[in-house]
Every structure is written in C-alpha cells, then in structure tokens.
C-alpha cells in the first residue's frame, strides 16, 4: 500500500485543563522542546477535545488553552519549526476518532486502567467520551502517521491501544496504511511526585498548594517550596541504588536531575553525603534559574491572546494540510462515498 511513512513524526498533546505544574513541564513540554529537530516532524496539541471529558467551564477553558500555548512558547516550541495548535481546529482528529469507536472493542477500553482510576465508583455518571477518550487520542496520534510519541508512564496503555486500533483497521480492511506509533518513555523526571508526599504524583489538584511548583508561582515561592519540601533524616545516599525505598529524596534528586540536563547518577555524584540543609537550597535555586524565565515569559505572552490565537490558527493549519489527506484515504479505504 502506497502512503506509507518513514519519516520521524513525533506526536503529543496536553490537555487544557488549568493548573500547569513543574510536572507538565518536567515530564511533558521540556522533553517536546528536545525533541525539535530538522529531520523531524514535531507536532504538539492543545488536546482541547479531551479536556471536555470532564466538565470545564468555557472561560476557563479559553484561558487554559492560550495558558498552555504560552507554556509551550516560553519554553521553547518553536511554532514555526513545531506545529502547534489546539484539537478542535482540526475536524479530522474528532472524524477519526468515531471510525476508530468503531474499530475498538468495549473489552479492550474496559481494561484502560486510567479509567478505572479517573471514573472509580462513579462509572454510572462519567461522561461517554471519558470512556472513548483513548480512541480519540489513538485519532490524535494515527491523523497524522507519527511514528513517537513522548507521553508520561500513565499514558503508555493509550499508546499500546492506538497500536492495537491500528493494527485491528489494517488487517480488517487488509490495507497497511496506519504505523505502528512507539511511546517515548525517557528523562530522569517522567513521573514527578508531590513535594509532600513523594508516593504521589504532583498534580494541579492536590489539596495543597506547597505538595507543586505552579508554572505561574513566581521566584519566591518555588524557593520557599522546595525549602519546604519534605524529605527525610538521612543524608543524600553515596549512590543511586540508596534511593530505594526513600520516595521523597528519589523524587528531589530526579527533579534536580531533569532540571539540570543531567542524570540522578551525575547529583549522586556532586552530592552524595550531602546533608538536606545544602541540597535543598541548591535545588531551590536550580529551580528558580530554570522555571522564572519562563514563567515570567509566559505572563508576557498572556498580555497578547490575539498573538496567541493567531499562533494557534496558523498552527491548525498546517496540522489539517496533514491530517486531511489522511482522513480521505481513511474514508475512501471504510468505503464512504463522496461526491
Ligand atoms: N491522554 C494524554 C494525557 O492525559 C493527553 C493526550 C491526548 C495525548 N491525546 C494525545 C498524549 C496524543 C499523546 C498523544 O496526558
């Protein structure tokens, strides 16, 4: 089958859902910037679609959406070496994404454990598409033939479903037209944890405002969070392996690790032994020469939404010159007639 795809195109998208911490950053957005490069494609997402699986107020959902753009900006996306844009300016993704609700099984979305998480006890009253939402995301991801996906640990079933989704539509209508997307799983700082509780994760909804670093907290609270930050009696360990079973310093070692560009073995390194009260200021300030510029970037992005906007149409774009080839063949190979 002709189409196919050898080029390296990277995929991935962030929901815009308000609150972005030092973990989107971390585990998402730093390791999209690294993955800029002319040979290859990057396309990153405003998963706007995906947010409204849970109630979002529209107002709020404006601003988190023009908020995470400038995230994305002010941490070095290159809007034009990157596409970037939001999910509901480009028809094909939600198009796609009903094909493939007929392509996967109710079985195989029973077993997505993120849903078994997010909907709980209440499975009665969560929305439809909270249940269809890894088919969409295997639309996001399959509109475009990307072939990497940088996603977190938590987002790595999405990815095994989008490959069985692909596989399931060519081998029924025999056809080798989707590929077989690999989830990017790397960096010392995946999975960042909560600075109060290092079993878990740092999330825009913790109850306390100390447990994350906000993209927007300024200078100095990320200094007084991180000075704050829990850890435990004993010093930092001579090596890597020393980690084990200590959730809390694991975790400040790995964010000192990501914010650096280096590994935890390279901090074990300089500060094995070391005692809290000389990490933890190091740390703090690492973080502040790391995250104020761009949280102060993103503040001057934020007092032009029209710039923002602009961005994002242009963006949408160029994601819809890929994407509707894509769905057509899509649609000719199902057998949809068109006129
Ligand atoms: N589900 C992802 C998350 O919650 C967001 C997302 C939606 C995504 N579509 C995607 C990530 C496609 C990678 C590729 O983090």
Same mark, same amino acid.
């Given at each position: 089958?002709?189409?196919?795809?050898?080029?390296? #195109?990277?995929?991935?998208?962030?929901?815009?859902?308000?609150?972005?911490?030092?973990?989107?950053?971390?585990?998402?957005?730093?390791?999209?910037?690294?993955?800029?490069?002319?040979?290859?494609?990057?396309?990153?997402?405003?998963?706007?679609?995906?947010?409204?699986?849970?109630?979002?107020?529209?107002?709020?959902?404006?601003?988190?959406? #023009?908020?995470?753009?400038?995230?994305?900006?002010?941490?070095?996306?290159?809007? $034009?070496?990157?596409?970037?844009?939001?999910?509901?300016?480009?028809?094909?993704?939600?198009?796609?994404?009903?094909?493939?609700?007929?392509?996967?099984?109710?079985?195989? %979305?029973?077993?997505?454990?993120?849903?078994?998480?997010?909907?709980?006890?209440?499975?009665?009253?969560?929305?439809?598409?909270?249940?269809?939402?890894?088919?969409?995301?295997?639309?996001?991801?399959? +509109?475009?033939?990307?072939?990497?996906?940088?996603?977190?640990?938590?987002?790595?079933?999405?990815?095994?479903?989008? #490959?069985?989704?692909?596989?399931?539509?060519?081998?029924?209508?025999?056809?080798?037209?989707?590929?077989?997307?690999?989830?990017?799983? $790397?960096?010392?700082?995946?999975? @960042?944890?909560?600075?109060?509780?290092?079993?878990?994760?740092?999330?825009?909804?913790?109850?306390?405002?100390?447990?994350? +670093?906000?993209?927007?907290?300024? *200078?100095?609270?990320?200094?007084?969070?991180?000075?704050?930050?829990?850890?435990?009696?004993?010093?930092?360990?001579?090596?890597?392996?020393?980690?084990?079973? #200590?959730?809390?310093?694991?975790?400040?070692?790995?964010?000192?690790?990501?914010?650096?560009?280096?590994?935890?073995?390279?901090?074990?390194?300089?500060?094995?032994?070391?005692?809290?009260?000389?990490?933890?200021?190091?740390?703090? $300030?690492?973080? @502040?020469?790391?995250?104020?510029?761009?949280?102060?970037? %993103?503040?001057?992005? %934020?007092?032009?939404? *029209?710039? +923002?906007?602009?961005?994002?149409?242009?963006?949408?774009?160029?994601?819809?010159? +890929?994407?509707?080839?894509?769905?057509?063949?899509?649609?000719?190979?199902?057998?949809?007639?068109?006129?």
């Amino acid at each position: 089958m002709a189409d196919a795809v050898h080029t390296r #195109r990277v995929f991935s998208g962030i929901k815009p859902s308000g609150g972005l911490t030092m973990g989107n950053y971390l585990g998402a957005i730093k390791r999209f910037v690294e993955m800029q490069s002319p040979d290859t494609m990057s396309i990153y997402c405003v998963v706007d679609l995906h947010a409204i699986t849970v109630w979002q107020d529209p107002a709020d959902l404006r601003h988190a959406t #023009r908020e995470l753009v400038a995230a994305y900006i002010a941490s070095g996306i290159d809007p $034009d070496q990157s596409i970037l844009f939001n999910q509901s300016q480009v028809s094909a993704h939600a198009e796609l994404g009903w094909i493939f609700n007929c392509v996967a099984r109710v079985g195989w %979305m029973n077993r997505m454990t993120q849903f078994k998480d997010k909907a709980g006890k209440n499975a009665e009253k969560v929305s439809l598409g909270l249940y269809a939402y890894p088919s969409l995301m295997a639309a996001d991801i399959l +509109i475009y033939h990307a072939t990497h996906v940088p996603v977190g640990e938590d987002q790595k079933q999405h990815v095994e479903l989008t #490959r069985d989704i692909a596989a399931k539509f060519n081998h029924d209508y025999k056809v080798d037209f989707f590929p077989q997307p690999e989830p990017i799983i $790397d960096g010392p700082a995946t999975r @960042v944890m909560n600075l109060r509780d290092g079993s878990k994760k740092m999330s825009k909804s913790g109850v306390s405002d100390m447990e994350r +670093i906000n993209m927007t907290d300024d *200078a100095a609270l990320i200094a007084k969070k991180f000075k704050k930050a829990k850890s435990d009696a004993a010093p930092l360990p001579e090596s890597v392996e020393g980690l084990k079973g #200590r959730p809390e310093a694991k975790n400040l070692v790995e964010i000192y690790a990501a914010l650096s560009d280096s590994s935890p073995e390279a901090v074990i390194r300089e500060f094995g032994g070391a005692q809290w009260g000389r990490f933890k200021p190091a740390l703090a $300030d690492l973080a @502040v020469a790391r995250l104020e510029p761009i949280s102060l970037e %993103m503040a001057r992005l %934020m007092q032009d939404p *029209a710039e +923002i906007d602009l961005i994002l149409a242009k963006g949408a774009d160029k994601a819809n010159a +890929i994407a509707q080839p894509i769905l057509d063949k899509t649609y000719d190979i199902v057998g949809f007639v068109r006129g």
